[in-house]
């Protein structure tokens, strides 16, 4: 079975139906990045500051109609492809609107973090999380009717002791700490240091996009381009910079991403 085959078999889907789950993840990214950049529009005279709460509260309400809307084409998105497109959206808006005003630095800096954003959300999404397999003689010899059963009594198999199972991968990792939608694996022992580096790589590229956008309004603003800027450009800028700013804020009140899990649970299939 060749590796593409073999992930869509743990992911339970077939080519067509991951096709689809992306098409519908790239809709609902460009619907809520569109919405969000329209704040800056109807808002122009309030500060960016107070843009920030206004711009979580809209990026919500889109998520909530992406989901009201999975009802009537009944196809799902997925959550890790959600975040994947939302790094190459950042990217996009980076590479074609804001990089010339990026000193060469900064934009070096930023296309190697998005780059290694995407290596380690492939790493994590095909990787093994420390999966384990067990004879069917082992449960046999143990007097267990399935694997759950051994784990439940895994005072008497000390090496079942930091193994638990998973519902949504149906299956059994060593050094389990919890499914990740957003990453769309288990975090266990064999990954979880790529999750902590990918935790904090998300932080530090969101930091850099945050700077390199404030500096393109900030060099708009300073050389009286701001009237005859593009306005969807600029307002696209703007918005991707919000978001930047409250994924920052989200990701550092909760390391998990738990509330992307939350929202994109029941789209995740
Ligand atoms: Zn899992």
Request: overall charge positive; glycine content about 6%.
């Amino acid at each position: 079975m060749s590796r593409l085959a073999s992930e869509l078999h743990r992911l339970r889907r077939s080519p067509w139906e991951v096709l689809c789950s992306a098409l519908v993840s790239c809709g609902l990214v460009l619907f809520s990045q569109l919405a969000v950049a329209i704040v800056p529009r109807l808002l122009p005279s309030i500060s960016l500051l107070a843009m920030l709460p206004v711009a979580g509260l809209v990026f919500l309400a889109a998520i909530l109609v992406g989901r009201f809307w999975r009802r009537f084409i009944g196809v799902a998105a997925s959550a890790p492809l959600f975040v994947l497109f939302n790094v190459l959206f950042l990217w996009g808006v980076y590479l074609f609107v804001i990089r010339r005003d990026t000193s060469s630095l900064l934009d070096m800096l930023i296309n190697a973090e998005c780059a290694l954003l995407l290596w380690g959300l492939y790493r994590i999404l095909s990787g093994d999380p420390g999966i384990v397999a067990y004879e069917s003689s082992f449960l046999e010899e143990a007097g267990c009717k399935d694997f759950v059963d051994a784990i439940c009594s895994s005072e008497k198999y000390p090496s079942l002791s930091r193994v638990r199972h998973c519902n949504c991968c149906k299956a059994n990792v060593r050094g389990y700490d919890h499914h990740c939608p957003a990453f769309g694996n288990c975090i266990g022992q064999k990954n979880h240091r790529l999750f902590m580096a990918l935790l904090t790589g998300f932080v530090v590229a969101e930091s850099t996009y945050t700077m390199c956008s404030t500096k393109y309004i900030t060099s708009c603003i300073t050389s009286g381009t701001l009237r005859t800027e593009n306005h969807l450009s600029l307002n696209m800028v703007i918005g991707t910079m919000l978001f930047s700013v409250l994924q920052v804020i989200w990701q550092g009140c909760v390391p998990d991403m738990a509330c992307v899990r939350h929202l994109l649970q029941h789209q995740d299939g």
